[in-house]
């Protein structure tokens, strides 16, 4: 474990009567997929968390240099895989940056509708596996997980009949997407939205007076602004410790600048701030879907001819680092071209590899029970963890 | 009729409750089945037998057929002695319960004192389990039974006094017998202390029966079913079993102590009906519980038992013991 | 500070003309790695600590980048180092970024960097006992490594 400067590696101590290590995971109902944390515990405490992951681990940087820049965005879906729209975004985008394409406008809203409906269905899950994992598969986290489970399945819907996948896409394309919205998209994703707020409202009414979601989850796994700089954690982790910085609003990427949205801010920094930053990043993501609808321009989807060969997409030397607001945090795609109809070097920065590295910072000190609210919050998907 | 002989009253009336106990345990699961799936937005179980009436035998027979997995390095005997030290205080205290007057295996004078007094005795088979599995997680889940169950049957049982305190008896008939003609006899509605004590005896029920929100003990999300964890098939089926009788008997208890065991409209044999039905509202008073919050903590939980409740249920026997000396000596 | 002054300041400090841009890119010479890094965070503000990795070159060896932001005035670096042909040795940012830990325990995983002053360099995505590093340009995609393909 590190000593308390968090610098050095230090031997646990296991001469106590009350010392324990237990294993949590691979294989765990609340792990959020297949992750290891070795618990050093004292009687209920933990006081050393060693977090082993890789278990995921395909190597998209590698393998991204043997596909061409007309292959990879349906792979890059499979890093966030819950929120496979902003994955696949961030990737195009630097592909952009560097050949300096123009996308159209009409692409550039429908990126945005689409990455914002993503962020509503993944945010879906959170607040269902978060509820479950604190209440059990068999109690009261258990009927929140079902209804938001009922919620987003309205979306994936919405995206089956726009795309023809419900999880992976692959809608991105560089220079634009691929398919355009068929008819009656528009008011199919007006009602549903509707409907989504509604039942928003309800969720956040079963939990907000609820003195046992409360207690549970304030002033657990508190992050000081600092820390939370200091790791580079991004999203609502670093939205929810008082860092007013999203990434939409900083430094806007496809036309966000055209949609007037509030970003959500909370001070806490423990779990009930974040579950706040994403309560309220919910309904500024269905006003941004709003006004997108409501302001879509006619015209092309894609600035490039359409794809009749794999290496067709050809794209100058030059790099460039472009970064999206996924639900989670940060993705970024660092992409370095040489020319050829592959990427000689393209390094992801996964928004929940970063976020994770939080957990040996602050778990030391809670009980067994708040490992598991804190990685909930934490939100982390492993495909993004372990690429 | 020639009269029975009393050893063989001795053994038919046990057999006969247990019999009706075990029957009711397993379609109690399908009740709470229907019921949770009900407030999820969906059905249940349907396809086995019509409306999923047929789905206990099904998940019965189910397990006795499943493989018995025994851990290599668990404590053979107190692991196999585990479920049924568990499940016999759990089918005992159905012994002194009166399911109409006159109706019951053994109604002792000491009827309250011997229900409270058996129930405590899971915790050792709790404990057996968890240490028999050779198994952290079972072994972290045995030692917060016993933390939990041992800080929340104090407040159990002094909630449950209250009662005994205004009927000046610990028979159960007596106590039930008190509350017979009128809906307004029925403890429940006595003013104040009765609510008070409802509440607290369900709270501390919740707990001792290891029901959400109190149910860090099987905990699914951290400790992946506690200290049940290495027991499949029938050793399981024998936990779950004990579980839900233990259940359904705080159900029953609770119904004789506050809601006037078999007092109802209409003839007397409908009296064991009625019983019946209040036992079944307290039980899905509970599951609404459970599936509608999410668990806390284990220190909270027994800061909520010592700081809160232990006081609380000692202040209100009090109050009550002088509630009742009072009215006794006239005003 | 604002961007201007921090480019015309880390320009001074290295002796060298920095281009303006989002992100301003910093060549930095190995020896300085960490003192520039420091004075990123200490000085220019910079304390978002956002990735690092490192690019195999082939015969001019490896190059490890490093980004960092400064969130209240939009500062951004990209700190790149060239270590040199045949060189696998860097200075660990551990000291001045916490985050840096996990990003090095990476990038050595990945390229067999090692980072001197890191407090616990091992292997983070592939087992303890796995031999080569995958993203090095010397390392076929097909590689076998029983009892993985």
Same mark, same amino acid.
């Not at chain 1, 604190?134 to 987003?152: D, N, P, V």
């Not at chain 1, 804190?374 to 690429?387: K, L």
């Not at chain 2, 809601?259 to 599951?287: D, H, N, R």
């Given at each position: ?57 395909? /190597? ?57 409906? @993503? ?28 209804? /938001? ?28 997407? $691929? ?77 966000? @600048?055209?949609?007037?949205? $509030? ?7 423990? /779990? ?39 290496? @067709? ?75 | ?52 009436? *047929? ?84 072994? *972290? ?19 449950? *006094? ?13 106590? #039930? ?77 609770? #119904? ?22 209040? #036992? ?52 | ?149």
């Amino acid at each position: 474990m590190l000593d308390v400067n968090n610098t050095t590696r230090v031997e646990m101590d296991w001469s106590g009567p009350e010392r324990l290590q237990m294993n949590m995971g691979p294989q765990h109902p609340s792990a959020h997929g297949v992750f290891r944390a070795i618990l050093g515990l004292q009687g209920e405490t933990v006081v050393d968390v060693d977090a082993v992951i890789g278990y995921l681990h395909r /190597c998209h940087e590698k393998l991204s240099e043997t596909l061409t820049y007309a292959q990879y965005p349906s792979i890059a879906s499979k890093t966030d895989y819950v929120a496979a729209m902003t994955s696949e975004f961030a990737y195009v985008l630097a592909a952009e940056e560097i050949g300096k394409f123009e996308v159209p406008k009409r692409a550039q809203y429908l990126r945005v509708i689409v990455a914002e409906l @993503q962020r509503i269905a993944s945010h879906l899950l959170w607040l269902g596996t978060w509820c479950m994992d604190m209440g059990g598969a068999l109690g009261g986290g258990a009927t929140i997980f079902l209804y /938001c489970i009922r919620e987003r399945e309205d979306i994936l819907d919405l995206f089956e009949s726009l795309v023809g996948a419900r999880l992976l896409y692959g809608f991105f394309q560089v220079g634009g997407v $691929r398919y355009d919205l068929p008819d009656g998209w528009a008011a199919q994703c007006r009602s549903t939205i509707e409907r989504i707020n509604s039942r928003i409202d309800e969720y956040e009414q079963m939990l907000v007076d609820n003195a046992f979601f409360l207690a549970r989850t304030q002033g657990v796994g508190v992050v000081s602004r600092e820390l939370a700089q200091d790791v580079g954690i991004a999203g609502p982790l670093l939205r929810g410790s008082g860092v007013n910085y999203d990434i939409r609003r900083n430094a806007p990427y496809s036309s966000y @600048q055209d949609f007037d949205f $509030r970003v959500p801010v909370e001070t806490g920094g423990d /779990c009930y701030a974040r579950y706040r930053v994403r309560m309220a990043e919910f309904r500024q993501a269905i006003s941004i879907i709003r006004q997108a609808l409501d302001k879509l321009p006619a015209g092309p989807i894609s600035s490039r001819p359409a794809l009749k060969s794999v290496a @067709q997409i050809r794209i100058p030397k030059g790099e460039a680092y472009a970064r999206v607001e996924g639900p989670r945090g940060e993705v970024g795609t660092y992409l370095i071209s040489d020319g050829s109809a592959k990427p000689y070097r393209m390094k992801w920065r996964g928004a929940s590899f970063s976020n994770l590295a939080i957990l040996p910072h602050i778990i030391p000190g809670h009980k067994v029970a708040d490992v598991v609210a804190i990685m909930g919050s934490v939100d982390p998907v492993f495909g993004e963890v372990d690429r | 009729m020639a009269a029975i002989p009393a050893w063989l009253t001795l053994l038919i009336a046990p057999f006969i409750v247990l019999n009706v106990v075990i029957g009711l345990v397993t379609y109690v699961t399908l009740l709470e089945r229907k019921f949770a799936a009900r407030m999820q937005s969906r059905i249940g179980p349907y396809r086995v037998g019509p409306h999923g009436l *047929l789905q206990p035998i099904a998940d019965a027979l189910k397990l006795m057929m499943k493989e018995d997995v025994v851990p290599t390095a668990a404590d053979r005997r107190i692991y196999n002695l585990a479920p049924i030290v568990f499940l016999i205080p759990c089918m005992l205290i159905f012994a002194t319960i009166p399911f109409a007057p006159g109706l019951g295996v053994a109604d002792v004078n000491i009827g309250i004192l011997f229900f409270l007094a058996v129930s405590a005795m899971e915790i050792v088979g709790l404990f057996m389990a968890g240490w028999g599995s050779n198994n952290k997680y079972a072994l *972290l889940s045995a030692m917060r039974a016993v933390n939990q169950i041992i800080s929340y049957d104090l407040p159990f049982i002094f909630s449950a *006094l209250v009662p005994v305190l205004l009927a000046g008896s610990l028979k159960m008939s007596d106590i #039930a017998a008190v509350q017979q003609g009128s809906l307004l006899k029925w403890f429940i509605f006595y003013p104040v202390i009765g609510q008070l004590a409802f509440i607290m005896f369900i709270v501390s029920t919740l707990a001792a029966e290891n029901r959400v929100p109190f149910d860090i003990l099987e905990a699914e999300s951290e400790l992946v079913a506690g200290f049940r964890v290495e027991y499949s098939g029938m050793k399981f089926a024998l936990i779950q079993l004990g579980e839900y009788a233990h259940m359904i008997g705080s159900s029953f208890l609770a #119904a004789l102590l506050f809601l006037g065991a078999w007092s109802g409209p209409g003839p007397e044999y409908l009296g064991p009906i009625w019983f019946l039905l209040k #036992a079944m509202f307290v039980f899905l008073l509970v599951t609404w519980i459970r599936w509608s919050f999410v668990r806390i903590r284990v220190d909270q939980i027994l800061a909520l038992s010592w700081k809160a409740l232990l006081p609380a249920t000692l202040g209100l026997l009090i109050t009550t013991a002088v509630v009742v000396v009072w009215r006794t000596s006239g005003f | 500070m604002n961007a201007e002054q921090a480019r015309a300041s880390l320009g001074s400090m290295l002796g060298v003309e920095i281009a303006a841009g989002v992100p301003m890119v910093v060549d930095v010479p190995p020896s300085r790695w960490e003192e520039i890094a420091r004075y990123a965070k200490d000085t220019l503000g910079c304390r978002f600590f956002n990735f690092l990795t490192a690019v195999d070159w082939k015969e001019q060896g490896l190059e490890v980048v490093a980004r960092v932001d400064n969130l209240e005035d939009g500062i951004s670096l990209m700190l790149k180092t060239k270590l040199g042909s045949g060189v696998t040795n860097c200075a660990s940012l551990t000291p001045v970024y916490r985050g840096a830990n996990w990003m090095e325990r990476e990038c050595f995983d990945m390229f067999g960097v090692h980072f001197d002053n890191h407090p616990d360099l091992r292997r983070i995505l592939l087992e303890d006992g796995w031999e080569g590093h995958p993203l090095l340009k010397s390392y076929a995609v097909d590689t076998p490594h029983p009892p993985y393909r």
